[in-house]
């Protein structure tokens, strides 16, 4: 036992060792290209985002290497376009885990410690799996019933690993956290306790399983859409048993044409059944990628893989009914107030910019003929928009506009003329009926509002007469702000106090290396220490600066 536990305390040490060299060089490669002079010929805007997509792409790159929690983890962050660049965001949600398939002894270890007796129910278990990622693969077999069916077995010591792993990922949290500018207006421990609780709950089996039965359930009176059913007596935490749905995938159009099957039926078919989801059940599959869907024979679709969904509360279903109506009516300052009001937006930064850019947003999508990749290109404005911004965007809608923009890329991939914004239309309708139950909450909708307009209304003469009242007696004083004007004052500011630690930094290197040259060059550590805390200041001129020319270089930013 001894000698088991100081082995597992050496993996455990190795294991930290890997994942801390691979943080700190993303860091130390991080603080490289925030300088100017490693760019060859200047640190140009297109130079700083080739050198970006370079470094995402390095990431995805060892996340892949580092296994299936952090594979997990890249897929996370690829929802958090409030941390990352839009460039990461993209590579990372790009993340699929195609890892060598572990050995059919293995397999049937894991069924045997699983299902025990219940195991003589399987028989032809393929050797071959259908799939492999990290935390699973799967493997057809039939049911002594002759029901035909997969099995979806995890590996083995996953759990341990995963614990470990998410362990190192806390530590590494907590040291980002204390970072004086990476910790400035982000929980880093909480998102990596979060990313535990939603990782830990994705190794039980258990959970998918009822995933896919809620599914099943939305559609069982759609004809179009089959959804696999499970096999709950031989389904556990580390084995999940599902009906086998065999189809052409979804993007195999040749496949499609040869079967006789109109893929431009197939795409709307894909399109009506998530917008389903979203507007009538709030209940919707998270990553629809083409390889967790298929088209049936008859032409119906298929959805695989149940480990991520994503749920719309009520509250945020009756606020997106609200945020529809104002963009319908191209409001841009009634949008903004509702992304407001539903914590998207802090009420502490100034909406003008924001307000500018939705602007320009509902201009370029709904301004006929609708472009067919308006979905991915309002996900990348949106991405822009918060980034390093003090937004508050839901895990969940990401995954929505994700998602959305999948369906509009396999869409266009099917069907050329494809156009989302024209198939979604008659399921925004209920959406833009308050709750959706009925046109009578629209007009419950208008009366209150024309309500407390009235109210407003009869109030004014009242405020006006305080109002000059006080502006008489001197205690109401008018204070005009141009937003512009304080901008470039802020940013003079900030530009002479760098100026001003730069040349002071100069200072005392030049004092460091005279008295260095001195009799007593002991004493040049003083002004060698006292360069530190300056060039700390410094660096963080630097990077307010960056942050301040990245939000005025946002689309409609100077309109």
């Known amino acids: 036992m001894r000698r088991l536990n100081i082995a597992f305390g050496l993996q455990r040490a190795i294991r930290a060792l890997v994942i801390w060299r691979a943080v700190l060089t ?29 470094r995402a792409q ?27 660049p839009a460039g990461w965001v993209s590579e990372l949600a790009s993340l699929q885990d195609n890892v060598p398939a572990f050995s059919f002894d293995r397999v049937q270890t894991v069924l ?57 990922m806390q530590q590494v949290a907590a040291v980002l956290q204390r970072h004086p500018t990476w910790g400035r207006g982000r929980d880093w421990p909480a998102m990596a306790r979060e990313c535990r609780r939603v990782l830990l709950r994705e190794l039980d089996f258990r959970v998918e399983a009822q995933y896919a039965a809620r599914f099943r359930q939305q559609f069982l009176d759609d004809e179009q859409i089959r959804i696999p059913g499970v096999i709950w007596e031989l389904s556990t935490r580390r084995v999940l048993c599902l009906d086998y749905l065999p ?35 709030g209940f919707f599959h ?29 509250g945020l279903r009756r606020r997106l009914g609200s945020m529809v109506r104002a963009a319908a009516a191209r409001d841009s300052a009634a949008l903004v107030a509702e992304l ?17 850019l939705v602007r320009v947003m509902l201009q370029d999508a709904l301004t ?78 208008l009366g209150r509002q024309v309500g407390a307009l009235s109210s407003k209304a009869v ?46 930094l100069g200072c005392l290197a030049l004092a460091t290396a005279i008295i260095g040259a001195s009799a007593r060059p002991v004493w040049s550590l003083l002004p060698a220490a006292a360069t530190l805390p300056v060039g700390l200041g410094w660096f963080r001129m630097q990077m307010r600066m960056r942050r301040d020319q990245r939000l005025e270089q946002l689309p409609g930013s100077n309109r």
């Open 58 to 84: 390095w990431l995805t790159r060892q996340l892949l290497q580092l296994g299936s929690a952090f594979i997990k983890l890249g897929q996370l962050l690829s929802s958090r376009p409030d941390i990352l």
């Open 459 to 504: 109030g004014i003469p009242r405020r006006l007469d305080e109002s000059l009242e006080r502006l008489e007696q001197g205690d109401l004083q008018l204070q005009v702000r141009l937003g512009e004007s304080d901008r470039q004052f802020r940013r003079m500011i900030v530009a002479q106090q760098s100026i001003g630690q730069a040349v002071l």
């Open 368 to 445: 006929p003929p609708f472009s067919s990749n308006v979905i991915d290109k309002l996900s990348g404005d949106l991405y822009d928009l918060v980034y390093g911004q003090p937004f508050r965007l839901p895990v969940e809608l990401i995954f929505v506009m994700r998602a959305l923009s999948t369906f509009e890329g396999v869409g266009r991939s099917l069907d050329p003329a494809f156009s989302l914004v024209s198939i979604a239309k008659p399921y925004l309708l209920p959406l833009m009926t308050s709750s959706g139950s009925g046109t009578n909450d629209l007009f419950n909708e």
């Open 247 to 281: 189809g052409i995938k979804i993007n195999d159009r040749e496949a499609m044409l040869e079967a006789g099957i109109n893929p431009s039926d197939v795409a709307e078919i894909g399109a009506a059944s998530y917008l389903k989801q979203l507007v009538r059940f």
């Open 112 to 168: 045997e410690e699983e299902l025990g007796q219940r195991c003589a129910e399987v028989i032809d278990l393929d050797p071959q799996p259908l799939g492999a990622a990290s935390l699973a693969q799967v493997h057809r077999a039939s049911l002594r019933s002759g029901r035909q069916v997969v099995l979806k077995v995890q590996r083995q010591g996953l759990d341990r690993r995963f614990r470990l792993d998410l362990d190192v």
């Open 286 to 314: 998270a990553d629809p990628h083409p390889g967790n869907l298929a088209v049936a024979s008859d032409g119906a679709l298929i959805y695989y893989d149940f480990g991520m969904m994503g749920v719309l509360s009520d």
């Open 340 to 356: 407001q009001a539903a914590g998207l937006i802090g009420t502490e930064i100034d909406v003008g910019p924001v307000r500018r």
């Open 26 to 54: 993303l860091l130390l490669l991080l603080w490289w290209d925030g300088q100017s002079w490693t760019y060859r010929g200047g640190a140009t805007r297109e130079r700083r985002a080739e050198r970006q997509q370079q």
